[in-house]
């Protein structure tokens, strides 16, 4: 089985990722979800975490890309132990089967991924190389970066998905696992950077889909593959602090570039499109007040629902927020072109997965058996149900929350927390 995201890559640009072979080729043989919501909050560390426990984020834990209090530089949560419930890694690892990730999210310090190279960025200041190398597998780490060192410049992109692909095709080749996942962050990174829609994108769409040639080279035509996208993005031309709203209430103090905490300890976490006021001991009728004060700023759409507060992980949180379309939230200016994190009736806001699954389930003896067509996926375990066409024309449904148990199906992995959902 392998597991390919392509980060920020909305549904709005399946048909463009039709010009391109490799894709156009696993897509003539995959089921293919399309128009699917995006997992609340639609950040990549939860998503991603939702995708391998197939749970909402408000159950796994794992409910933010960094740590909540706004900071220039903030720590990333990397690390496998904030996960809350069983991985789909974890689960095979039981199993006895060898599992790698490439630059997967929350992988950092895992016990269980046999081949890691995992994702994560150190403080600043602090290098890379000895970040990763704590973080995953030392020796293979080092075997790639000599074999592979040309193809690196640092973190930049496509350089650093080109690096990420030549990594898995070698583990793939190599080491045979029975479950590996890799993520390519191109994509996103130039959306960032550019806007959706931009000509600027056309090299990350072409790496993405020269990465994924090599991958499926290697990976062979029997193996299962499993491609998704995490998120959309949506073009911003208005980039708002909303904690300036408490530094102007006296309730959060601010020098520059950083914020000093208050009395009351409240501050508001940016998420993108979302942000969510933390009250900490602010008296009620106070809370009020910024809540209304909130409702009546520039840019902002809509409160969050209780469900979506508990489904993103927010519960205990006193409220949350999205912006319109075109704004963003963030803890200091100036942010990005284009952004995510915003909930999933955002317009032009779906993403999509595909799975072209090539043998029958694997049974306990890691046998399988060939068949010649993709198998359709089992949504049952489906939180969000949306309608979407399989290659074959019938009308199924289906949601990013599916992967997980389909892998779990696939490999005969137990996933016993699903039935909490």
């Known amino acids: 089985m392998l597991i390919i995201s392509l980060d920020a890559v909305g549904d709005d640009e399946f048909e463009r990722l039709l010009e391109y072979p490799a894709f156009s080729a696993?897509?003539?043989?995959?089921?293919?979800?399309?128009?699917?919501?995006?997992?609340?909050?639609?950040?990549?560390?939860?998503?991603?975490?939702?995708?391998?426990?197939?749970?909402?984020?408000?159950?796994?834990?794992?409910?933010?890309?960094?740590?909540?209090?706004?900071?220039?530089?903030?720590?990333?949560?990397?690390?496998?132990?904030?996960?809350?419930?069983?991985?789909?890694?974890?689960?095979?690892?039981?199993?006895?089967?060898?599992?790698?990730?490439?630059?997967?999210?929350?992988?950092?310090?895992?016990?269980?991924?046999?081949?890691?190279?995992?994702?994560?960025?150190?403080?600043?200041?602090?290098?890379?190389?000895?970040?990763?190398?704590?973080?995953?597998?030392?020796?293979?780490?080092?075997?790639?970066?000599?074999?592979?060192?040309?193809?690196?410049?640092?973190?930049?992109?496509?350089?650093?998905?080109?690096?990420?692909?030549?990594?898995?095709?070698?583990?793939?080749?190599?080491?045979?696992?029975?479950?590996?996942?890799i993520h390519f962050t191109a994509y996103d990174s130039f959306c960032h950077e550019y806007g959706k829609g931009s000509e600027e994108l056309k090299p990350a769409l072409e790496s993405l889909d020269n990465n994924l040639s090599l991958l499926l080279e290697a990976a062979g035509d029997e193996r299962d593959v499993i491609i998704f996208t995490d998120h959309s993005q949506v073009n911003v031309h208005?980039?708002?602090?909303?904690?300036?709203?408490?530094?102007?209430?006296?309730?959060?103090?601010?020098?520059?570039?950083?914020?000093?905490?208050?009395?009351?300890?409240?501050?508001?976490?940016?998420?993108?499109?979302?942000a969510f006021f933390h009250a900490g001991s602010l008296p009620k009728e106070r809370v009020i007040d910024i809540k209304s004060i909130i409702e009546h700023s520039e840019g902002f759409r809509r409160f969050f629902s209780d469900d979506e507060m508990k489904n993103s992980g927010y519960g205990d949180t006193a409220f949350g927020f999205c912006a319109q379309h075109g704004s963003s939230y963030v803890a200091f200016k100036p942010g990005h072109n284009a952004e995510h994190g915003y909930p999933p009736d955002t317009p032009d806001y779906k993403v999509f997965y595909m799975a072209r699954l090539t043998g029958a389930p694997q049974g306990v003896g890691g046998s399988e058996a060939k068949q010649g067509n993709a198998t359709p996926v089992d949504a049952s375990q489906a939180d969000a149900i949306k309608t979407i066409v399989a290659p074959d024309g019938v009308t199924q449904t289906g949601s990013l929350l599916d992967i997980a148990p389909l892998v779990a199906k696939r490999l005969n992995l137990e996933l016993t927390h699903l039935a909490h959902k």
């Not at 834990?61 to 904030?82: A, C, H, Q, Y």
Request: hydrophobic residues 40%; proline residues 8%.
């Open 26 to 181: 696993v897509a003539s043989q995959a089921a293919i979800y399309r128009g699917l919501p995006a997992i609340p909050v639609s950040n990549t560390y939860p998503v991603h975490t939702s995708i391998v426990t197939g749970v909402v984020p408000g159950v796994h834990g794992l409910i933010s890309n960094t740590e909540r209090f706004p900071k220039k530089n903030p720590v990333w949560n990397d690390r496998e132990d904030m996960i809350r419930v069983k991985t789909i890694w974890q689960a095979a690892a039981r199993r006895g089967i060898n599992t790698a990730a490439v630059f997967w999210p929350v992988t950092a310090h895992s016990p269980t991924v046999r081949y890691n190279i995992p994702e994560v960025l150190p403080r600043p200041g602090k290098s890379q190389v000895a970040a990763s190398l704590r973080a995953g597998s030392k020796l293979l780490q080092l075997n790639m970066v000599l074999r592979h060192r040309k193809l690196l410049s640092g973190i930049g992109q496509p350089n650093r998905d080109n690096f990420a692909a030549a990594c898995m095709a070698d583990i793939l080749r190599e080491n045979d696992p029975g479950l590996a996942l």
């Open 238 to 274: 208005n980039v708002l602090e909303p904690n300036e709203v408490l530094v102007n209430e006296g309730l959060l103090g601010r020098e520059d570039d950083e914020y000093i905490p208050g009395g009351y300890g409240c501050y508001i976490e940016c998420c993108g499109g979302s």
